[in-house]
């Protein structure tokens, strides 16, 4: 599939939006840096400045962005319509919990629960727009809504880690979440790829024309002479050596880099922990967005197999 980078902006961002503001609302409830009113009120705001980037640059994907309004009427039928309401339901818990914490500085514990939820719900419904697909093997899977649910804890943890040690709030927790986080996520990104690279798809010219019982089944000529719109967003091809550099990257850069970063905060004074925290965030960025664009660009639509693809 065609990777558009406002997709795939779209989902990495809105996810360690969702994920940061779990993180803010999990802390308060358990009481830890509840009176530090600058760390709870720049994490809802960084948060929801995250979803709300993705959400605008989602539209940037679509041919009409001012009928986007109409997606959410859908909700009964459509993820995609379901993943806007819950996009726009949970900033109103978010924004009273933030409102609760600056100006009575007290805490929510209502709001605070429903803002996990509907960040959990959300990006659940992100990931379900994808895995919903039939035509698609790579996205219609058991693994496909546990590794955005586990990437945006993780991402989420980074940018956690960042603004507590910038505010001199540190402590052993974040770093161990975010290397949990961080291992599980590879551990699933790995299985993944397996997954991709040894499962044989059901998908075969044979059994999408029901011509197999004849034998093997082979084009003769292709529906198009040039290049359409189907082949450009469905018929998008990574080579497989520059897959594998990109699967590497994912791994060192978005994984085992700010793992590593994260568990030497621990170590050093403030400044560093602060500095490590933030080269841990962006080498994390870079990962993550490798990972998502891998996502669309390895991801095949049964509609190749009448452009000659062998299996999708």
Request: hydrophobic content about 55%; some cysteine; charged content about 10%.
């Amino acid at each position: 599939m065609h990777p558009a980078l406002s997709i795939v902006f779209f989902t990495t961002a809105s996810g360690a939006g969702y994920g940061l503001l779990v993180l803010v609302a999990w802390a308060a409830l358990i009481g830890h840096h509840a009176p530090q009113t600058y760390f709870g009120i720049t994490g809802i705001a960084v948060g929801l400045g995250l979803v709300g980037a993705g959400l605008l640059s989602s539209l940037g994907h679509l041919g009409h962005p001012e009928r986007a309004w109409r997606a959410l009427t859908q909700w009964r039928s459509s993820w995609l319509s379901r993943e806007g309401v819950m996009a726009l339901l949970t900033f109103l818990p978010a924004l009273f919990f933030a409102w609760r914490w600056v100006v009575a500085d007290q805490i929510a514990s209502l709001a605070a629960w429903l803002t996990i939820l509907g960040a959990a719900l959300t990006t659940i419904c992100t990931a379900m727009i994808y895995a919903s697909l039939k035509p698609v093997r790579a996205w219609r899977n058991l693994w496909t809504v546990p590794i955005y649910l586990v990437l945006a804890l993780y991402t989420g943890g980074l940018l956690t880690g960042l603004l507590l040690n910038a505010y001199g709030l540190r402590g052993p927790f974040i770093p161990f979440f975010v290397s949990i986080a961080g291992i599980l996520g590879a551990v699933l990104k790995i299985g993944y790829w397996a997954f991709l690279d040894g499962g044989r798809s059901s998908s075969t010219p044979e059994n999408a024309t029901g011509l197999g019982a004849i034998g093997k089944v082979k084009m003769l000529d292709p529906p198009n002479t040039e290049a359409n719109y189907l082949l450009k967003e469905m018929g998008y091809r990574v080579a497989r050596k520059h897959a594998g550099r990109l699967r590497l990257i994912v791994l060192v850069l978005g994984f085992a880099v700010p793992i590593g970063l994260s568990v030497l905060t621990l170590y050093v004074g403030a400044v560093a922990a602060t500095l490590f925290s933030l080269i841990a965030v962006v080498s994390g960025a870079i990962g993550i967005l490798a990972e998502r664009w891998l996502f669309f660009a390895e991801a095949k639509h049964t509609v190749t197999l009448y452009y000659g693809a062998s299996r999708a």
